[in-house]
């Protein structure tokens, strides 16, 4: 085990087109330690490459800790992706909690997508409120314009409320929360 680990840290750090597919590759391995599988999402993610479109099929992984590592090595999507990450919001649960995860992370271009998807109604629409709920107020406010209604607020308003609680601040910290302060990106 130790070797992989070595050659998927050094596959993270080449920097080539070969080594992100090996690195896909092995990420898909379901015959693979999953420590190692999220080695290889994290090298795809954040330790070598910057690829959200490799890492993206992983936000839904069947192993807790490979989607984890995904969802935290994932910084900004792409037009594309937000849109793939959208479609998520109506799957599966598990599927629809990466998605709202996701979608929440991307500021205002995530917070457009979650209030059209809060619109629309249906199981999305749970999920996407549920996203917004957990970002702040002033960012969902700014991208909303006239899009926030009153119905919406409501519904937001006590979730909103607990981010400025002071027994929030004493919540223990997540597990991806913790994977996203990790995430430290080397600039070339």
Do not use: N
């Amino acid at each position: 085990m130790a070797l992989a680990m070595e050659a998927i840290f050094i596959l993270s750090e080449l920097g080539t087109s070969e080594a992100a597919a090996a690195l896909a590759s092995l990420a898909a391995d379901r015959g693979l330690d999953p420590e190692a599988r999220c080695a290889a999402v994290w090298g795809l993610g954040v330790a070598g490459f910057d690829d959200p479109g490799r890492v993206f099929a992983f936000i839904t992984d069947e192993d807790e800790s490979v989607a984890l590592h995904a969802l935290a090595s994932i910084r900004r999507l792409s037009a594309k992706l937000l849109d793939a990450t959208a479609d998520l919001l109506g799957g599966t649960d598990r599927h629809a909690a990466s998605a709202a995860a996701l979608l929440a992370k991307q500021g205002d271009a995530g917070a457009r997508v979650l209030l059209s998807r809060a619109a629309d109604g249906g199981p999305a629409a749970t999920w996407a409120v549920a996203a917004l709920g957990a970002m702040a107020e002033r960012d969902v406010r700014a991208a909303a314009s006239a899009t926030l209604t009153p119905e919406l607020e409501r519904m937001l308003a006590p979730m909103w409320a607990a981010h400025g609680s002071w027994l929030s601040r004493q919540a223990m910290d997540t597990p991806l929360r913790f994977l996203e302060r990790q995430t430290i990106r080397y600039l070339a």
